[in-house]
């Protein structure tokens, strides 16, 4: 029979991030064969930006933000994502989507082969197919999925949909549910029956359109699994539950601190998807993303005075397209200054604001009682505490002086975690440059308008991650080790050399 392959595209431009890409492309590829016991059967089309901005600009599929790969399911299959500079971060997103080409084309072939026209992946539930996607990429489960479904069963908040609901439910509007929760329930499959059912229900998938042979067509996805599984669907659904909780608790019992221990700022009705402190943790720094609107801001806050916060900036607006909310930390503060990352004409930019802050402690004494008219027949007891005078806080929060610095102008496309040096004085942040290579660099501004210098510290192919800036110098994260595993370097930036 004909086997398929892989066609990259890339421009001439990117040829660096290709040569990186092709590797883990190859290597991926020949682990879902094995996986799926496989060969794809037709050639599809590879499509691969450099950035997660041009990523955005594509005119192949409606991207938004948020969104990190795509594959079609339709007409030649393309698929598309970016580089992202991050070798192990582009493995993960490349095997989630390669594994949709060969779920596909696995499923169709078996139709075809069982001479059948109808199209079985659209009795698929949402939550299988994104699932398997993530159960291949991650090589079974994560730390990060098992402590996000634990919480999901430990803490619910049925209102709000976060809740574990029965075995067999699609929520496609959640991502947590659909990804994450379909992970887990593919893990659970694996374990419980054996990795041979996971591509088994791919094999079987026809029954769902049509009778096959001497087997006969079976009317839901659950129903499948039980014919392959043995075990009726209730069973299934009763035993995940038990697998489940025998997991989560064991880590609930385990664990030495509980949310009692922490205090919470006020709610907020929305998504908070990263924070930051000041060295003196008198202010906290935190992105926000609005479910409604899909807008994203930083705000500063005093966390003694969580009512009175400010916001900075909010993206959607010229010269603050975006605030990059699926990335990671593109913030950090000090108790006098702020820098932010926002995307400003296809291009980031770093904003360095200065701070005021004032807080001052306000003293509340209590209430006096009120004397009885009449001497009462018993004596009333008051609560000591009504008499404790109170506590509240005040704080005023002030921005000023903004300087912006292009860095496309210096031909570093995308930024991310931005440290502030100790003195105030420069920043450091991870750069991906047109080369398709993250590195550390060091901005350092000019006495005032918006020229400064740019100092690149890393030199090499591995993916930087996140930076701090402390009195020994910058230490940062790096898959620059043996394992291409993440790990801790530290860097003395006036002095820079092998980390």
């Not at 929760?181 to 041979?196: C, D, H, M």
């Not at 499948?224 to 909780?245: M, Q, V, Y």
């Amino acid at each position: 029979p004909l086997t398929g392959g892989v066609r990259l595209f890339f421009y001439g431009g990117e040829e660096s991030a290709a040569r990186h890409a092709a590797a883990s492309i190859e290597h991926s590829y020949r682990y879902l064969v094995q996986q799926f016991h496989y060969i794809p059967e037709r050639t599809f089309p590879y499509i691969l930006y450099n950035s997660y901005q041009e990523f955005l600009q594509t005119n192949l599929f409606p991207a938004q933000e948020g969104l990190l790969g795509v594959t079609s399911t339709r007409g030649d299959l393309r698929l598309t994502l970016p580089y992202f500079g991050d070798f192990q971060f582009f493995r993960d997103v490349s095997v989630h989507e390669m594994t949709h080409q060969f779920t596909i084309q696995k499923v169709r072939t078996m139709a075809e082969r069982a001479n059948l026209r109808g199209d079985p992946l659209e009795r698929f539930p949402l939550w299988f197919i994104e699932g398997i996607a993530e159960f291949y990429a991650k090589n079974g489960l994560d730390n990060e999925t098992e402590m996000l479904v634990r919480d999901i069963l430990l803490n619910p908040d049925v209102e709000e949909g976060y809740a574990m609901l029965d075995f067999w439910a699609d929520r496609p509007g959640s991502g947590l549910w659909t990804y994450k929760v379909g992970q887990i329930r593919v893990v659970f499959l694996a374990e419980t029956y054996g990795t041979w059912l996971v591509q088994s229900i791919l094999e079987k998938s026809p029954l769902l359109v049509s009778d096959v042979g001497d087997e006969p067509r079976v009317p839901s996805f659950a129903e499948l699994i039980a014919h392959l599984s043995g075990d009726d669907p209730r069973i299934i659904g009763i035993k995940f539950e038990a697998w489940l909780k025998q997991r989560a608790f064991r880590g609930y019992l385990g664990a030495k601190q509980s949310f009692a221990d922490v205090k919470p700022l006020d709610d907020t009705d929305e998504e908070i998807d990263g924070h930051n402190a000041s060295p003196s943790g008198n202010l906290v720094m935190y992105r926000s993303y609005d479910l409604v609107t899909g807008k994203s801001r930083l705000v500063i806050v005093d966390p003694r005075a969580s009512g009175d916060d400010r916001t900075v900036v909010t993206d959607g607006r010229p010269g603050y397209e975006s605030l990059h909310p699926v990335t990671r930390r593109t913030f950090d503060l000090t108790d006098d200054a702020l820098v932010f990352i926002a995307e400003s004409d296809g291009g980031d930019v770093i904003y360095w604001e200065q701070i005021s802050h004032e807080a001052a402690k306000q003293i509340q004494e209590p209430p006096k009682p009120r004397e009885p008219l009449r001497r009462p027949l018993t004596p009333t007891v008051r609560d000591p505490e009504l008499d404790e005078p109170k506590v509240r806080w005040e704080a005023n929060i002030s921005l000023h002086d903004r300087r912006s610095f292009r860095l496309k102008d210096k031909g570093i496309f995308t930024a991310s975690s931005p440290a502030i040096s100790p003195d105030g004085k420069r920043v450091a942040f991870v750069g991906l440059g047109a080369d398709g290579n993250k590195d550390v660099f060091l901005l350092t501004p000019s006495a005032n308008g918006d020229e400064f210098t740019l100092t690149q510290l890393t030199f090499d192919v591995y993916a930087e991650r996140d930076v701090a800036w402390g009195p020994s110098g910058i230490v940062f994260s790096s898959d620059a080790t043996s394992t291409r595993h993440h790990n801790l370097f530290q860097l003395d930036p006036d002095r820079p050399s092998a980390p």
